[in-house]
T-cell receptor
Framework: GAVVSQHPSWVICKSGTSVKIECRSLDFQATTMFWYRQFPKQSLMLMATSNEGSKATYEQGVEKDKFLINHASLTLSTLTVTSAHPEDSSFYIC???????????FGPGTRLTVL | SQQGEEDPQALSIQEGENATMNCSYKTSINNLQWYRQNSGRGLVHLILIRSNEREKHSGRLRVTLDTSKKSSSLLITASRAADTASYFCATDETGAQKLVFGQGTRLTINP
């Protein structure tokens, strides 16, 4: 199998605080991980692509200083939403691939609510 | 940016009927994939069809791909209430190594 987990599954925080979301590949090593954001009743929008040991590649319009991505190992990538505001409230989903151009395996998502 | 457009945006049918969803895209692709998402949950991978394939089956699912028209369709036969979900197509652009998702179709199966 190819299982990807995310933690936490949901989080509520106050405006101005930072929130870290973890994405783990449980039974495989992931060469690349992707972070997506999904607003209610909308599709997934790719935020960034991260490769282990290198800087993430952000999509146009995504602030890299606000959405910090750290891919420290082949099984873990983290997304930190810094100084979160209510407009950052969304469903954040990660995915991981075993090898280049392989199928992406998606995590269950993290629902972030900023008050 | 989103390159996929899905049609219809919402579909409501009776249990047992067939459901057809369409997806169009704009650029050259390596493959096209279909995913299902239940409300508030993660994505479930349904099927992948490569650019050199025209049709693929998996259980009650049938996917077609027409690269000349840059379109794909997902057919779910003999629908069940449990098929109620949002369905997304996603294209793997040539050389990009990233997925671009369509807007999705919200499918409701009425018992």
């Amino acid at each position: 199998g190819a299982v990807v987990s995310q933690h936490p599954s949901w989080v509520i925080c106050k405006s101005g605080t930072s929130v870290k979301i973890e994405c783990r590949s449980l039974d495989f090593q992931a060469t690349t991980m992707f972070w997506y954001r999904q607003f209610p009743k909308q599709s997934l929008m790719l935020m960034a692509t991260s490769n282990e040991g290198s800087k993430a590649t952000y999509e146009q319009g995504v602030e890299k200083d606000k959405f910090l991505i750290n891919h420290a190992s082949l099984t873990l990538s983290t997304l930190t939403v810094t100084s979160a505001h209510p407009e950052d409230s969304s469903f954040y989903i990660c995915s991981a691939v075993k090898a280049t151009k392989d199928t992406q395996y998606f995590g269950p998502g993290t629902r972030l609510t900023v008050l | 940016s989103q390159q996929g457009e899905e049609d219809p945006q919402a579909l409501s049918i009776q249990e047992g009927e067939n459901a057809t969803m369409n997806c169009s895209y704009k650029t050259s692709i390596n493959n096209l994939q279909w995913y299902r998402q239940n409300s508030g949950r993660g994505l479930v991978h349904l099927i992948l069809i490569r650019s050199n394939e025209r049709e693929k089956h998996s259980g009650r699912l049938r996917v077609t791909l027409d690269t000349s028209k840059k379109s794909s369709s997902l057919l779910i036969t003999a629908s069940r209430a449990a098929d109620t979900a949002s369905y997304f197509c996603a294209t793997d652009e040539t050389g990009a190594q990233k997925l671009v998702f369509g807007q999705g179709t919200r499918l409701t199966i009425n018992p």
